[in-house]
């Protein structure tokens, strides 16, 4: 994917690529019970576990809702929101047919300016959306609204640059006539950068494989200030 001069900023690219039934079935089906969901289930656990149980957390975006039974089975209330309608049908199905719609409310949010007040969740989870996001700009606006809605941790995921696969990628990116602008890793100093201008800094991160793989996982908390 890359966007052009007429196109506007990645998020409101993003949002409008995923915004289809076609896209909805195509996601709902690409990591289920695959080596790579069992890896980031890993780390979004190790990333929550003070969070208590009956905590009030986040899924945001939620796609087709590959995470809900881990978190329902984790023992928290969730919010599954995503800026389509088509993912949030199929994430409802998912939670019916795993029987635990009780514990589970759904809307249509978009990250860049959501409806909820400040401090509406316990821990927020962010899952597979910020390697969409090519400017820094447009990361820090997201940060802020994950930010301003969390009341405790703020868990995120992008791609690091700092691994044998992102090597490989950003390789063949710049060979191309128009290099890509989606899922492009990107330095830990760079994501690191982004956080602080948000208001937030890292706690811990990790990386689902080790020195191979791009995907990261940050667990982030408010910077404190003083009076």
Known sequence: MTIDDNNKDSASATRARFDSRDSALKYACALDDT?????????????LTDVPVGARVLDLPC??????????AAGYRVFAADS????????????ERQKCTNEIEFGIEDIMST??????????????LF????????????????????????IMSFFCSRSLSSAAFLLKNSFRRLP????????????????????????MKMATKPLLGKQWYLRLSSIKTGK
């Open 131 to 154: 390697h969409h996001f090519f400017e820094s700009d447009v990361r820090i606006r997201a940060l802020r609204e994950l930010r301003r809605i969390s009341r405790g941790p703020v």
């Open 180 to 203: 890509a602008t989606d899922r492009v890793p990107i330095s830990f100093r760079a994501i690191s950068a982004d956080i602080a201008a948000a208001g937030l800094q890292v706690d």
């Open 35 to 47: 080596a790579t969901h069992r890896r980031e289930i890993h780390c979004i656990q190790r990333c």
């Open 115 to 128: 409806s909820f007040s400040d401090g509406s969740f316990d821990a927020v989870v962010c899952n597979r």
């Open 63 to 72: 796609g087709t809702g590959r995470l809900v039974p881990f978190l329902t």
């Open 84 to 95: 389509s309608a088509h993912m949030i049908e199929r994430a409802k199905a998912l939670a």
